[in-house]
């Protein structure tokens, strides 16, 4: 059965980084594009980072230029690395998997919580100012 655990969450202050980690278990990272996700409290979950099938990266506006979405596939371990960190990314993170390979080119929509498929259980980000 495959799963995704994150870990790395944690309290920082305004301007301070942090880096995320998605362990995928059970299948090889390489077989899905990885994504981010964040939800407040009270708030719809909304696309961070997420990665094409073609390896490209893709940011929602508001972090783009702090936060960097990676893979390691020797790992199996996806990763966000977020910089300069502001008390407006305080959420709850989710990592997500989903089977983007079976789509043809342009169709994959990354910033869709609907594509993916498996998710993590989720990682706390406080950012204090």
């Known amino acids: 059965q495959v799963r995704v655990v994150e870990s790395g969450g944690g309290s920082v202050q305004s301007g301070e980084s942090l880096r995320l980690s998605c362990a995928v278990v059970?299948?090889?990272?390489?077989?899905?594009?990885m994504g981010w996700f964040r939800q407040a409290p009270g708030e719809e979950r909304e696309a961070v980072a997420g990665?094409?099938?073609?390896?490209?990266?893709r940011y929602a506006d508001s972090v783009k230029g702090r936060f960097t979405i990676s893979e390691d596939r020797i790992k199996n371990t996806a990763y966000l690395e977020m910089t300069n960190l502001k008390s407006e990314d305080t959420s709850t993170y989710y990592c997500?998997?989903?089977?983007?390979?079976?789509?043809?080119?342009?169709?994959?929509?990354?910033?869709?919580?609907?594509?993916?498929?498996?998710w993590g259980q989720g990682a706390q980000v406080t950012v204090s100012s």
């Open positions: 990665l094409e099938a073609d390896g490209s990266d």
């Open positions: 997500a998997a989903a089977l983007c390979r079976d789509y043809l080119p342009g169709y994959y929509r990354w910033a869709s919580p609907d594509e993916y498929k498996y």
């Open positions: 059970g299948a090889a990272v390489s077989t899905y594009c």
